[in-house]
Nanobody, 122 residues
Framework: QVQLVESGGGLVQPGGSLRLSCAAS????????MAWFRQAPGKEREFVGH????????AYADSVKGRFAIARDNAKNTVYLQMNSLKPEDTARYYC???????????????WGQGTQVTVSS
């Protein structure tokens, strides 16, 4: 069992940066691949990016590639999402999730946090 708690969301101006954190409970955190998803009002949940259990492999949605970066610290049971050059279209609720396999398919992620809101607006 893994429990996930996101933090770090807020209001930021276009072009600004935010770093989201996802703290995990449980001793098996390092065995899970971790991902970030987001969901805007009236839209489906979409994949943002993911990172392998050891941190050596990561991938991103085209919409955030080059602007967002995922990192993890297994000693701290935490995964991060660094978001730079934020745009209004990045406004959404951001969720971290854990899965046994590295995948972009949200249905394969067994554990989810409650999400943290990111609003990009001037």
């Amino acid at each position: 069992q893994v429990q996930l708690v996101e933090s770090g969301g807020g209001l930021v101006q276009p072009g600004g940066s935010l770093r989201l954190s996802c703290a995990a409970s449980g001793r098996t955190f390092s065995s899970y691949s971790m991902a970030w998803f987001r969901q805007a009002p009236g839209k489906e949940r979409e994949f943002v990016g993911h990172i392998s259990w050891g941190g050596g492999t990561s991938a991103y949605a085209d919409s955030v590639k080059g602007r967002f970066a995922i990192a993890r610290d297994n000693a701290k049971n935490t995964v991060y999402l660094q978001m730079n050059s934020l745009k209004p279209e990045d406004t959404a609720r951001y969720y971290c999730a854990a899965a046994v396999f590295l995948t972009t398919d949200s249905s394969q992620y067994a554990y989810w946090g409650q999400g943290t809101q990111v609003t990009v607006s001037s």
